[in-house]
């Protein structure tokens, strides 16, 4: 049975894990489950090495067209990213924000101690040199690199399946050392980050899952706020920045 009391006071190192479920009061969609985005679009078809060497055009419109909506003035950061970067600011300890999400909501909202394990959306990479740039929101096989000026190299600054996450020395360092792990709007599904619940676990931080459905992982958690986001994380910074 999940506690619900956080005794919070002697806390120095927070970290947090966010998905896809923080940005869905964004208007983002999520992944799984009814409407998610692979049950429209296949992984296979979008998200894999070769799905981008057998048909790039196919990969370079389903991230253009992502893109597009990021960037569409609709889209924007709601209460739980902003709450996150308010934490980044107020918290009198160490805090730190690893997302698995490519879009920047959390760095519009104000977030700079920022992981992105799963690449980035508004960037692109040379595939010979590795150089990673801002991106445009369209841009194909046509478009001169930025670095070699040649066309045909540059692709989506993100992680596919079969491929390595980003920054991963990084973030278990942070993972080998803290007293608070939370996991906000992840179903769980994806490894290592679905990992990271047990890392916490074994250094004895106190774990907490924000999400409205029980996930794969829900049980490994010793907190669970059931709620949306949006509510949730707002009532988690209130309750960190409260005088103990
Ligand atoms: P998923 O789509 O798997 O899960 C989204 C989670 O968000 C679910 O558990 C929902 O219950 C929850 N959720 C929905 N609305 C929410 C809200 N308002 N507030 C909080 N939570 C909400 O997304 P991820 O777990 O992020 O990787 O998926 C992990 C990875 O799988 C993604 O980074 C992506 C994907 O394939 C790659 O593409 C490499």
Redesign the pocket.
Known sequence: MAKDRLDYRHWHNIVVLT????S??SGLG????AG?L?EQQR?EDV?TPEAFARDPDLVYRFYNARREHLCGGEVQPNA?HHALADLENLFPGNFALVT??VDDLHERAGSTRLYHM?GELMKMRCTASGSVFDAPVHFDRDSPCSCCQRAGRLRPH????GEMPIDMDEIYALLADYDLFVA???????YP?AGFVQIARQVGATTLE????I?EGSSLFEFQWRG???EQVPRLRDLLMSPG
């Open positions: 998905g896809a479920g923080i869905a009061e999520t992944f799984r489950g998610g692979w992984v998200a739980a698995q999400n799963h993100v992680v596919w399946f906000i709007g992840t179903s769980g599904n994806v980050a924000i999400n409205p459905e996930t949306p986001a949006g």
